[in-house]
């Protein structure tokens, strides 16, 4: 009981550090960060769109992490933090893909466009709400989790693809701005704004994880 109760306390404290990260870098994005001067105001767009997808990268190697687990312990609670994760993840995606088309349509013309980075960030959507479905239509949970810890571990394979795929093909989209082999030519306090979103996102993350797993037990264990 009192091992359950400290875990609720260190949730709480993530859910309250990430609205305090999420506060800040909505504040630093709007009202402490310059107007770039190529893109303008549309820029800003950046404080949502990248940490999205970074959060969505660290979603998917729990995924394949946990996948992993599964599969040389057969231990269920590998599978609920596989599940959690992609569940987390294939939302985030489909933020960083919404922002980036909000973002895409002042600075490229168009609100979509299938380039590299484009295309295979869609794939890697569409590859995560096939597993999320497969996980939906399993009903006997062994065959469930190992299933989907198979599908966890072949889809990881894109991710090097998605991010990458920018400096491997000539494409529209920019460079990565953060995870990239060089430095990113980014001023101080662009890079300050993005990285306190940042840090608030994989806050946010952790704390819906944390919750979302929880749920899913308690779901599994007949419990209300």
């Known amino acids: 009981m009192w091992f359950s109760t400290g875990r609720r306390g ?17 504040g630093l994005a709007l009202g402490v960060a310059p107007r ?31 996948s992993l687990g599964y599969l040389v312990s057969r231990r269920q ?23 980036g088309s909000l973002w895409g349509k002042p600075t490229w013309g168009t609100w979509w466009t ?7 960030t ?15 239509m399993i009903d006997e949970a062994e065959r469930r989790a190992q299933f989907a810890a198979v599908l ?29 082999p060089v430095p990113a030519a980014l001023a101080g306090i662009f890079r300050l704004t993005l990285g306190v979103n940042w840090a608030a996102f994989t806050l946010l993350f952790a704390y819906l994880l944390a919750k979302r797993i929880r749920v899913g037990r308690l779901s599994e264990e007949g419990l209300p």
């Open 152 to 180: 966890g571990i072949v889809a990881a394979l894109n991710l090097p693809l998605v991010h990458f795929s920018v400096l491997w093909w000539r494409t529209l989209h920019q460079p990565p701005t953060l995870l990239r």
């Open 122 to 136: 869609a794939v890697m959507f569409v590859t995560y709400v096939a597993y999320l479905m497969l996980r939906g």
């Open 77 to 99: 609670a590998w599978d609920h933090w596989a599940g959690s994760a992609a569940e987390l993840g294939t939302v985030f995606t489909g933020l960083t893909l919404a922002s």
């Open 10 to 26: 260190l949730t709480g404290v993530l859910g309250w550090l990430a609205a305090l990260g999420l506060l800040a870098g909505l």
């Open 36 to 66: 770039e001067v190529s893109q303008g105001n549309v820029q800003r767009i950046m404080y949502l769109h990248v940490p999205s997808i970074l959060t969505a990268y660290l979603a998917f190697a729990i995924v394949l992490v946990a």
């Open 114 to 120: 299938w380039d590299a980075r484009l295309t295979s």
